[in-house]
Nanobody, 116 residues
């Protein structure tokens, strides 16, 4: 099973920024779509953003214009730049390796807490 290792979470004030990283320990990283998802307490896990192998992107309406997903195939890493953070962005953020829209596996998650 390919291991996905997230980092970059933490505590930030509302209006601040964070950049999440997800390192995929696989030699075929560039072939896969990747996604960021989040789960707030008491809520279901939801899509934040995805990026295809060709770097086409898709965002949840709630983060459009504030978050940017990108990938560096040379580093086997996908990023999520989060700007203008709001308290409602507080959640555990998960990286996912995907085959199209199908989730193949998840990372362990990283906590993002936005204080108001």
């Amino acid at each position: 099973q390919v291991q996905l290792v997230e980092s970059g979470g933490g505590l930030v004030q509302a209006g601040g920024s964070l950049r999440l990283s997800c390192l995929a320990k696989t030699i075929s990283f560039s072939f896969y779509a990747m996604g960021w998802y989040r789960q707030a307490p008491g809520k279901q896990r939801e899509l934040v953003a995805t990026i295809t192998s060709g770097s086409s992107t898709n965002y949840a309406d709630s983060v459009k214009g504030r978050f940017t997903i990108s990938r560096d195939n040379a580093k086997n890493t996908v990023y999520l730049q989060m700007n203008s953070l709001k308290s409602e962005d507080t959640a555990v953020y998960y990286c996912a390796r995907q085959d199209g829209s199908r989730i193949i596996n998840w990372g362990q998650g990283t906590q993002v807490t936005v204080s108001s």
